[in-house]
């Protein structure tokens, strides 16, 4: 019960469909599962539904709101549903992310592609942190948690928008974090590394046209850790400790959640 007595809102805890869960999904579990009760935000409502009854089945608490956190409304409305169902926002997981088509190394990489990745990837935590900070400061508490990406820091060249959105975002958390110090706030950011997710594995299997378990095989032959890939539970696990008491000396933090993968230079 390692967050018991809080409230809070995963922003993305809906998941692209798969075989596995994606780390929206487990987080929000997860948080559940510890005692607290869960804003489950996505712009797809019927999948933060479907987060919601699993949480339902295990008896914890939860609501669901649909949103984009690209709109500056939608993430203050969000913010405002907390406050409204509970009176506080303790915690706030910021998991939405996109790359994919048009990306690519600099001279290839398209303007739509570029300004999609960013907007999405970038804005939308900008703006989910603008709409929940202030409610957290006037409390003089709060945990934000940003997930990024090992791509931030690793070779990247064939993703080159998705890598300077996710550097972007350990920029912002490390900023919010010296902002909102004085008030108590603490924000942290993780970058996960190569993980067994739907979006991550199922959903590019489909676009390609490959099996997945080839998909899954290629990935878990780059990790160093046992050659395997990490879960959505890895990030939701690490998430849990970022946003509990017993992290309450850290932020401005980007932790590596990658079985080693920035160990190796350059990728």
Not at 184 to 194: C, K
């Amino acid at each position: 019960m390692r967050l018991e007595g809080k409230v809070g809102i995963v922003v993305g805890a809906g998941q692209s469909p798969g075989e596995t869960v994606g780390t929206g999904r487990a987080a929000a579990l997860l948080f559940a599962r510890e005692g607290a009760r869960v804003l489950l935000v996505d712009r797809d409502i019927d999948s933060a539904r479907e987060t919601g009854a699993l949480i339902s089945e295990e008896g914890g608490s939860f609501e669901c709101v649909a949103g984009d956190w690209t709109s500056a409304a939608d993430c203050r409305t969000f913010a405002s549903a907390c406050v409204e169902a509970w009176g506080r926002i303790d915690f706030l997981q910021n998991n939405v992310g996109i790359g994919g088509g048009g990306d690519g190394p600099p001279r290839r990489m398209t303007e739509e592609a570029f300004d999609r990745i960013m907007n999405v990837n970038l804005k939308g935590c900008t703006l989910s942190c603008q709409a929940v900070a202030p409610v957290m400061a006037e409390q003089r508490a709060g945990s934000i948690v940003n997930i990024s990406s090992v791509a931030a820091l690793a070779a990247a060249v064939s993703l080159t928008a998705y890598k300077i959105s996710k550097a972007g975002i350990n920029a912002l958390t490390q900023s919010l974090a010296i902002e909102n110090a004085s008030r108590g706030v603490r924000v942290n950011a993780i970058m996960p590394g190569l993980l067994d997710t739907p979006m991550a594995v199922d959903t590019w299997a489909a676009k390609r046209g490959f099996p997945r378990e080839r998909i899954r095989a290629r990935r878990d032959a780059m990790v160093p850790l046992r050659a395997k890939m990490g879960t959505g539970w890895d990030v939701a696990y690490a998430s849990l400790f970022l946003h509990s008491d017993e992290a309450g000396f850290i932020t401005g933090v980007v932790l590596p959640v990658d079985g080693g993968q920035l160990t190796r230079v350059g990728g």
